[in-house]
């Protein structure tokens, strides 16, 4: 069983850098329903698509070192935006309130040892869920709210979901369409909060999605890589205008 995100969720560790988002360069049509699971379009950014090696992904000069679960569509490259969906997954969770970088710490070893206990091997990402989170400001905060870490599980059938031990518990993720932003760096709340605001931003220079959810965060890489080759994901879960368009019309025959 690889170790490469331990700690990593020691992610946390060390001083976090100014973090700097690029803004994302290019632009092509918004799709105007969910891509399927799976799959992915490009919206904003004009980076190569990643390319699968083995079980790793790769995109110039950013690598991620374990496979992702099953089905799950390809990561986004920093600096692009992307409407992707995401299938049903299968994860191992632990909830709590307060900094999200003390829970980060306390959350890893429980479900490290979770996944070891049930032979279950090490996939990226590590998911951060965050709720009610938002200040009044709209950025994220350690000073409300309630998180969720998850280790993924590589397929759905394996082991039974539930309460399991030390306070973990086994679910499956619904499929979900975000709207997602690839970024690199140190993790940490600061560089969420970018890359919320630069997703905020593009949905509201487009009429077509809107968000529908709240946001969540995909870190995959461990401390072994270099803090500006860390990649990452910040996603808002979206939905189509028109869908509300449509239940809206439908609520007022």
């Known amino acids: 069983m690889s170790l490469f995100i331990l700690g990593g969720c020691a992610m946390t560790g060390g001083p976090e850098p100014a973090p700097v988002v690029a803004e994302p360069a290019g632009s092509a049509p918004w799709p105007m329903r969910a891509p399927g699971a799976g799959t ?12 699968l090696q083995g079980e790793n992904w790769l995109a110039g000069d950013f690598e991620i070192e374990a496979p992702l679960p099953e089905g799950y569509p390809p990561p986004t490259p920093p ?62 905060t350690d000073q409300r709210g309630e998180w969720t870490m998850s280790f993924l599980y590589r397929r759905t059938e394996q082991g039974p979901t539930g309460q399991a031990e030390r306070g973990v518990r086994v679910v499956d993720n619904p499929q979900i369409t975000v709207i997602a932003i690839g970024l690199n760096g140190g993790y940490g709340m600061n560089r969420v909060n970018q890359g919320l605001d630069k997703l905020r931003d593009t949905l ?41 368009a449509s239940s809206s019309t439908g609520s007022a025959r």
């Open 40 to 51: 992915s379009v490009r919206v904003l950014g004009d980076a190569e698509v990643p390319v």
């Open 79 to 140: 600096g692009c935006i992307e409407i992707k969906t995401y299938p049903v997954v299968r994860r191992a969770e632990i909830s709590g309130e307060g900094p999200t970088s003390l829970g980060m710490g306390r959350g890893f070893w429980p479900l490290f040892n979770h996944i070891k206990d049930r032979d279950i091997a090490m996939t990226s990402p590590v998911e951060m869920d965050y709720r009610g989170m938002t200040d009044d400001s709209g950025r994220l």
């Open 204 to 244: 509201a220079r487009q009429d077509r999605w809107v968000a529908a959810g709240e946001p969540r965060a995909l870190n995959y890489n461990g401390p072994s890589i270099p803090m500006r080759y860390r990649w990452s994901e910040v996603q808002i879960p979206v939905k189509p205008a028109n869908a509300i």
